[in-house]
């Protein structure tokens, strides 16, 4: 539901207290929060005026008496007990059909599947695909269907004024429909950046959960991107597919190129090294452990380090894996 109420409210710049609108969901919320905010603004300028009114002229003064004055008025007391209660019933009402409506996805809408892990986002599409990005096309009704591989995390969009806890074991869901720049901007570029983060604490590294929106300016633009994505291994060599993946899907976060040692060995010299392993054996580095690492993390852990590797069965096939292999050789 969005407000009828005048554009110095709510508009789509937001002013001083919002980015600019990025969504129609950013709309409801935005009418809804300047709807209360003038409205508390207008009651708290009355009533400290009256008060500092009546502080000034019923002050106390040297041989003035106190005048009596009435007890009880029943205008004034209906007034300031019906008017609020009004008020209140109003802001209810908006705040909960705006709140149904954001929880409430389309029965007409691109579907996008999300998985939340330690520190990273994967956006999978229709077709397979999974993206570190979230692209979608501008004025289509978009629906995340969510969940996360190990702790409770929370996508949130603050241009669309969206977020949602993205939790363990179960799926929650978030919609938007993305809307281009108000007009007056300055020149626009398509596709549109949005930024997308996680606002729920999620370990060492929750600051650096960030990641872009990107948003397309039509359906065909969305379209082309998403098949050129999906041809990674026709438009990139195996190496250089390797390294997307490494930075995409999360690896650049605890496995460096330098040799510096972060939650997880480095990948600098890795491949072909004899690694201890925690329960006391020994293995090499070659392309069968670097897949079960992949597929099956906890099965070796290397010592020193502790388990939290999530699994990436299921979000990599087998040519993906693959490249990342070549990628690791690489990395002398």
């Keep these: ?11 789509a710049e937001a002013g001083f207290w919002f980015p600019a609108q990025g969504s129609t ?3 409801n919320v935005d009418s809804v929060y300047f709807f209360i905010l003038w409205v508390c603004t207008f009651f708290f300028v009355l009533i400290v005026g009256l008060m500092l009114l009546f502080m000034v002229k019923y002050r106390y003064r040297p041989g003035v008496e106190a005048v009596n004055t009435a007890t009880h008025n029943l205008t004034l007391e209906l007034s300031w ?3 609020p209660t009004l008020l209140t019933i109003v ?3 908006i705040g909960f059909t705006s709140y149904l409506d954001m ?13 939340a892990k330690k520190w990273v986002w994967a956006f999978q599409y229709p077709n397979g695909w999974i993206e570190s990005e979230l692209h979608i096309p501008m004025d289509e009704n978009v629906t995340l269907t969510m969940s996360s591989d190990d702790v409770i995390h929370s996508l949130w969009i603050p241009a669309f004024r969206t977020k949602m806890d993205v939790v363990p074991g179960r799926y929650t869901q978030e919609w938007f429909k993305a809307i281009a720049p108000p007009e007056g ?3 626009t570029k398509y596709p549109l950046e949005y930024n997308l983060m996680c606002s729920e604490y999620c370990g060492q590294k929750h600051s650096e959960m960030i990641t872009k929106v990107i948003v397309h300016e039509t359906r065909g633009d969305f379209d082309k991107w998403l098949q050129n994505a999906s041809d990674i291994h026709k438009n990139k060599t195996a190496v250089e597919a390797g390294e997307y993946f490494y930075k995409s899907r999360g690896c650049i976060q605890c496995h460096s190129l330098d040799g510096v040692t972060k939650n997880g060995p480095s990948f600098k010299g890795l491949f072909g090294k004899q690694e201890k392993l925690t329960d006391g054996s ?3 580095v070659n392309e069968n452990y670097i897949r079960e690492s992949i597929l099956e993390p906890q099965a070796s852990v290397v010592a020193g380090f502790r388990p939290i590797m999530p699994t990436f069965k299921g979000q990599l096939t087998d040519q993906d894996i693959t490249a990342i292999i070549e990628f690791i050789k690489a990395q002398k």
């Design 1 to 11: 539901m969005k407000l009828f109420i005048p554009e110095l409210l709510a508009n």
């Design 25 to 27: 969901v950013a709309e």
């Design 81 to 83: 007990s019906v008017i």
């Design 91 to 93: 802001m209810f009402w």
């Design 103 to 115: 929880r409430t996805p389309p029965a007409s809408s691109y579907e996008i599947n999300v998985v």
């Design 185 to 187: 901007s300055e020149k």
């Design 282 to 284: 020994t293995v090499e």
